[in-house]
């Protein structure tokens, strides 16, 4: 079975520090993965998405990840926080099961 | 483009009341989903449309709840009677995929629900 495992529920940092928000899956074939972004009172949104094109994906404000197939994992990073990245992002897996899985989420907040 | 426009943003009511949540999906999507999200259990998928066509039903969790599509453009969650367990943020997400399992969603705002 599918499965989407978020290792933190909460990362705090400082602005100007790296963001790194980390995520591993369980699967029996190539899924695709998604990390969503949830501000406050808002749905959530695509950060980026990895289709195996690249393992390397760029998403949107600077966030990437990085597909490790060995580590069964596809963890979030940015290289220096900002105060509006605040929020809380999801991992999520879709593929052959025709169901999207989502994490639980990691609340991420950054201190000025 | 508008995104996926929910409507009300915030419904308040009481045990018993029937309760209308509406959704209009970004044009030209032909998949629509109700997820439910609360702290306890997250993110739920409750239905999932395609073309109108309810495809997946699986995650609704009983007879008080239903969901339409009457035309591409407009679906409905209805719950009646509600109850307070049933308090929680309501989204609506489209995509323009037919296998939208291996495509990005887009979310809506949500409706907050408050069953008192």
């Known amino acids: 079975a599918q499965s989407v495992t978020q290792l933190d529920s909460h990362v705090s940092v400082s602005e100007g520090t790296p963001v790194l928000l980390r995520c591993n899956y369980s699967s029996s074939y190539s899924p695709s993965l998604f990390w969503y972004v949830q501000h406050p009172n808002k749905g959530l949104q695509l950060l980026l998405k990895y289709t195996s094109a690249a393992t390397l994906v760029k998403g949107i404000n600077g966030f990437e990840a990085e597909f490790k197939k060995s580590e069964t994992s596809f963890h979030l990073t940015k290289p220096s926080a900002h105060m509006s990245d605040a929020a809380e992002y999801f991992c999520?897996?879709?593929?052959?099961?025709?169901?999207?899985?989502f994490g639980t989420g990691t609340l991420l907040a950054v201190q000025p | 483009d508008a995104g996926v426009i929910q409507s009300p943003r915030h419904e308040v009511t009481e045990m018993g009341q029937e309760v209308t949540l509406r959704c209009k999906p970004i044009?030209?999507?032909?998949?629509l989903f109700w997820y439910r999200q609360t702290m306890m259990r997250g993110l739920e998928l409750l239905i999932y449309?395609?073309?109108?066509?309810?495809?997946?039903d699986s995650g609704m969790p009983e007879d008080r709840f239903s969901a339409k599509m009457p035309n591409a453009s407009f679906s409905t969650l209805k719950i009646q009677p509600s109850e307070p367990r049933d308090s929680a943020v309501y989204f609506c997400a489209s995509s323009p995929s037919s296998t939208p399992y291996n495509s990005p969603l887009h979310f809506g705002n949500g409706t907050r629900l408050t069953v008192t």
């Open positions: 044009s030209g999507h032909n998949s």
């Open positions: 999520v897996a879709g593929g052959a099961t025709n169901k999207l899985i």
């Open positions: 449309f395609n073309n109108n066509v309810p495809i997946d």
